[in-house]
């Protein structure tokens, strides 16, 4: 009955319908607004065309996945061991002068053992590898990494139905195990093989304005393999490289020779999450900011407007409970919240990454459960936000107060952290602590301290995991709806 | 007196960022782009307070002569804005090298204040109610630069950055690289100024012709 009459109060005011209605309208205006305004095109030699989308994996996430493959079919069980000899190459135009080309490896250059899926990009693998300067490790998955314990020059990799398992060894003698892991719905036939790659040698650069701009160098990596076991039949797949080499791949083109069984191989590229080569898809919900705006004044006008009219006395005569009073009505700001969340999502997302698509931009896949969970936690993040400006207006009882004081710890922060000269730790120590934290929800693509991209705020990446960002916004409502509650009991009107 | 006080609180805030930056002006003025909008606040209730408790027309009856309340009203914030706006930028410049780019930093910093609040007053005036005011300034000072941003037509990006106040405190506080922003200082101060006088102006003109 109290939620059938807090509802009736909140439909019969027009300007809180009209304002959530505006909230869902924000974000499907802006997310089509923005969406038809970015276009994205690539060179292929000299000629412009249209950028080629990022392989996709197994869970359906855009990957990078270019490597040089020497490799041969492995049916059933066994595994490949070989010497690896240290790493070798080329980076273009490094740091400080960016004027000359020079030998050298990056962190990240990777030379081992794989068994993949076949040769399509992003097919699973699984791999043990030595690396620039991060010493040996076992990779799988695109994400998964692990160091191992003592370090070696000697990689073995073996296959047990679907669990792989990675060796490294200082002699070729005593093998330490690295770890297994299991790679589900692996064939019978895989391959397996030598890789070479090398991502692409990264300066970052602080921006005055805040922020930082990052240029990539190409970079290639050379490593001698000898002593491989099982010996003959190898074939060499270039995995993921493009069809048009620029003139620098010309001169060092991917590949291996084979003299008195040493294998040289060169490669360039990377195995991991794709972040560069596309759109990240919470991108289209831009809109939310000013959305959030609108639904933080409904919010907290529902808290103000019964002491502002002094009808709270009148309600808590019928309803003599204040805290079933003030619990309705934050259940009522919430569930409008989240409807409006739900149509603005469900709408948003569709549309505009259609029309992103219509212009030739690459959006980044994401698997299924990531996109269900950007939907449902966006209209979660906008319900909770209803929620805590509900409880912050009752707390305060005066509307302008409460709408600041709500925008400047919700709103604020992310944008203070990602567009202005606020320097990365305090940023990220903002959107820890507000409510603001809830906005890693949104984050598609998550990171991983083996990838050599920067992953700060300011690059789209937050300091709490999605659902813990969104669980601080959580106790935030909680808290401010109790309060409220507790000084509604206390002093009535 | 509330919103004077977050006001102090945010500016003066600064002071606790440190001196590691690029542009350690900018980070330290880091607390204006937060502050106005409380001196924004500040302004709309000034007069909107008034009205949402129908104050306005005793004050009325009191002083029949609409636009000298207006300007007592103006006279008034400003020398409540300009002791705050001074104390909080004060604090948040201590302990910088003292330099040319400082000071006019800090000095348009107090004056851009000062205006935002009047902006907020003259808005008040306008649409009489504080949180249509209240709405209409922090949309210009927080969302438009967001919608700027995402806009497709760079011309127009063009006139509307150099014609609204939504990077002003950007170019106010910048003293690094300024050459790829789209106003200087004084200019930015000049927009600001622009907006607010019109917004008096506008709300002076209808606080005469309108019944209370």
């Known amino acids: 009955m109290i939620m059938r009459a807090e509802w009736l109060k909140f439909r019969t005011v027009r300007s809180w319908v009209l304002g959530s209605a505006a909230a869902a309208l924000i974000v499907v205006a802006l997310g089509c607004l923005a969406a038809t305004g970015v276009t994205m095109s690539c060179m292929a030699g000299t000629q412009e065309v249209d950028c080629p989308a990022p392989p996709t994996d197994s869970s359906g996430r855009s990957v990078a996945d270019q490597f040089t493959f020497v490799h041969q079919a492995l049916t059933g069980n066994g595994s490949i061991t070989a010497e690896v000899g240290a790493l070798d190459g080329t980076i273009t135009y490094p740091p400080p002068n960016h004027d000359e080309i020079v030998r050298g490896v990056v962190p990240w250059a990777k030379a081992g053992l794989m068994v993949k899926d076949g040769t399509k990009p992003g097919a699973d693998y699984a791999a043990v590898m030595v690396t620039g300067s991060h010493g040996v490790r076992m990779q799988s998955g695109f994400t998964h990494d692990k160091a191992a314990a003592s370090d070696g020059s000697w990689l073995r990799l073996s296959r047990e139905g679907n669990r792989i398992t990675g060796y490294v060894s200082p002699d070729g003698t005593a093998w330490q195990k690295i770890e297994t892991v299991r790679l589900d719905g692996l064939p019978s036939t895989v391959q397996i093989g030598l890789f070479v790659t090398s991502p692409s040698g990264l300066t970052v650069e602080e921006n005055p304005q805040g922020g930082h701009a990052v240029s990539a160098r190409w970079t290639q990596a050379t490593a001698e393999f000898s002593q491989v076991s099982p010996a003959g039949g190898w074939s060499e797949s270039l995995v993921g490289y493009s069809d048009h080499r620029t003139t620098w791949e010309q001169t060092h083109p991917p590949g291996h020779t084979e003299a008195g069984g040493v294998f040289t191989v060169a490669g360039a590229g990377d195995i991991g999450l794709e972040t560069e080569g596309g759109l990240a898809v919470e991108r289209v919900l831009t809109g939310l900011f000013a959305a959030l705006l609108a639904l933080i004044v409904v919010g907290v006008l529902c808290g103000t407007a019964e002491f502002r009219h002094s009808t709270i006395r009148t309600t808590l005569t019928a309803m003599p409970r204040p805290v079933r009073v003030s619990a309705a009505k934050a259940?009522?700001?919430?569930?409008?919240?989240?409807?409006?969340?739900?149509?603005?999502?469900?709408?948003?997302?569709?549309?505009?990454?259609?029309?992103?698509?219509?212009?030739?931009?690459?959006?980044?896949?994401?698997?299924?459960?990531?996109?269900?969970?950007?939907?449902?936690?966006?209209?979660?993040?906008?319900?909770?936000?209803?929620?805590?400006?509900?409880?912050?207006?009752?707390?305060?009882?005066?509307?302008?107060?409460?709408?600041?004081?709500?925008?400047?710890?919700?709103?604020?922060?992310?944008?203070?952290?990602?567009?202005?000269?606020?320097?990365?730790?305090?940023?990220?120590?903002?959107?820890?602590?507000?409510?603001?934290?809830?906005?890693?929800?949104?984050?598609?693509?998550?990171?991983?301290?083996?990838?050599?991209?920067?992953?700060?705020?300011?690059?789209?990446?937050?300091?709490?995991?999605?659902?813990?960002?969104?669980?601080?916004?959580?106790?935030?409502?909680?808290?401010?709806?109790?309060?409220?509650?507790?000084?509604?009991?206390?002093?009535?009107? | 007196m509330v919103p004077l006080a977050l006001a102090l609180l945010l500016i003066a805030g600064g002071v606790a960022l440190g001196r590691d930056a690029v542009d350690p002006v900018q980070l330290r003025l880091l607390g204006v782009r937060l502050g106005q909008a409380a001196v924004a606040a500040a302004g709309v209730q000034m007069l909107a307070a008034e009205y949402s408790s129908g104050l306005i027309r005793a004050t009325l009856l009191a002083v029949p002569r609409r636009l000298d309340l207006l300007a007592a009203k103006a006279g008034l914030l400003t020398a409540f804005v300009a002791p705050i706006a001074v104390l909080g930028v004060g604090v948040a410049v201590l302990g910088l090298t003292p330099s040319g780019d400082l000071v006019r930093a800090a000095v348009v910093s107090v004056l851009h204040l000062i205006l935002i609040g009047l902006f907020g007053l003259g808005a008040a005036a306008v649409v009489r109610n504080s949180a249509a005011a209240l709405g209409i300034v922090l949309s210009l000072l927080f969302l438009m630069p967001m919608l700027l941003r995402m806009l497709p037509d760079p011309d127009w990006q063009r006139i509307l950055y150099r014609t609204t106040p939504a990077t002003a405190v950007q170019a106010m506080t910048t003293t690094v690289d300024t050459a790829i922003l789209p106003l200087g200082p004084w200019s930015a101060l000049g927009v600001v100024a622009a907006w607010a006088g019109g917004a008096l102006v506008l709300g002076a003109f209808l606080l005469y012709r309108r019944d209370a």
């Open chain 1, 331 to 493: 259940a009522v700001v919430g569930a409008v919240s989240l409807v409006v969340g739900l149509i603005a999502v469900g709408l948003t997302l569709p549309v505009a990454t259609r029309l992103l698509r219509a212009n030739a931009v690459v959006i980044l896949d994401v698997s299924g459960p990531t996109m269900l969970r950007i939907a449902l936690g966006t209209a979660l993040l906008m319900a909770l936000a209803g929620v805590f400006a509900y409880g912050v207006g009752a707390l305060l009882r005066r509307a302008v107060p409460a709408v600041l004081t709500v925008a400047a710890l919700l709103v604020a922060p992310p944008i203070l952290a990602v567009t202005s000269v606020l320097p990365p730790e305090v940023g990220a120590w903002l959107l820890r602590v507000t409510p603001a934290a809830a906005f890693a929800i949104q984050q598609s693509v998550g990171a991983y301290p083996q990838f050599s991209r920067p992953q700060t705020v300011a690059d789209g990446y937050f300091p709490l995991p999605p659902w813990a960002g969104l669980a601080v916004l959580a106790l935030w409502a909680l808290a401010a709806v109790a309060t409220a509650t507790w000084r509604l009991r206390r002093s009535p009107a």
